[in-house]
């Protein structure tokens, strides 16, 4: 429980510090195309953060739901695969990057319904 709190409190500050970087010390040196990419992946950092601190919470009255933890694992993979694809293809201009976002994507999509899966468990 402490530690997906631990990760959903870090990734979020570092998605905040991400986002002040973009809009204020790259909006100058990356096209708009570029920015709105880069801050896509600050998008979807800061929701998944959140996953991440909902799954810290859930452990509290779910504490034997295993698949919580599976679940939250997938999540910061996604926001690792997806977000830092993003930030890596805006910061150099690199399309290589481009495909490893739509597997953070599929990380996302199965984190949530593993999640999904877990508390369903526990009916």
Known sequence: MKLFAMLGAITMALGVILGAFGSHGLKERLSADMLAVYQTGVQY???????????????????????????????????????????????????????????????????????FWAMLKEM
Do not use: E, K
């Not at 779910?62 to 695969?81: E, M």
């Not at 481009?98 to 593993?114: H, S």
């Open 45 to 115: 950092q800061i929701y998944h953060a959140l996953g991440l601190l909902l799954v810290a919470a859930l452990m509290v009255p779910y504490p034997n739901a295993t698949g919580l933890r599976t679940g939250g694992w997938i999540l910061l993979a996604g926001i690792i695969l997806f977000s830092g694809s993003l930030y890596l293809l805006a910061l150099t201009g690199w399309r290589f990057f481009g495909p490893i976002t739509p597997v953070g994507g599929v990380c996302f999509i199965v984190g949530w319904l593993w999640i």
